[in-house]
């Protein structure tokens, strides 16, 4: 396996060196617009993420190989990289994750309630250690469940 050596700025602006191996398992190239031997482009050509999720870009000066320098990059650049040179597959993998968030524990509806009756869910869910919408379940749940026992037993674990 090869190892290329790169360099990385720190947040103080002091360059520090590593070597990272493009041909190691988990590695991924991304080739730029006009890279290769046909048609090199001066500037950056290609970028690499590490097994570890670090990005390096390599940049020439000379249109050549022969001349190519590694740097690691924030991920701000190598999104920005990657949007520039066409691998959107890679921007939505890698940085359009969706956010954290609950899980969806059923199907979303919308309803209209007058304010006061707000205000009484939003008091009874504060005294339950519950949020609104978690309460606003347990209730239609209990409206519909066909086993008075069972209706009972939720009323009482509510308070209500």
Aim: hydrophobic share 35%.
């Amino acid at each position: 396996m090869s190892q290329i050596p790169y360099t990385v700025k720190d947040s103080d602006g002091f360059v520090q060196h590593g070597v990272f191996q493009p041909d190691f398992p988990g590695v991924e190239y991304f080739e730029g617009e006009g890279s290769g031997e046909d048609n090199p482009v001066y500037g950056v050509n290609d970028l690499y993420r590490t097994e570890s999720g670090f990005w390096i870009w390599g940049t020439s000066n000379t249109g050549t190989d022969a001349l190519f320098a590694y740097e690691g990059i924030t991920e701000e650049q190598a999104r920005d990289w990657l949007e520039k040179n066409g691998h959107h597959e890679a921007v939505d993998r890698y940085f359009n994750k969706p956010k954290g968030g609950r899980p969806a524990k059923g199907e979303k509806f919308q309803a209209r309630v007058p304010r006061a009756t707000l205000e009484r869910i939003d008091a009874d869910a504060a005294r339950n250690e519950m949020d609104r919408s978690d309460l606003v379940a347990a209730l239609i749940e209990i409206a519909y469940c066909p086993s008075v026992a069972e209706r009972r037993m939720l009323e009482t674990a509510l308070g209500i």
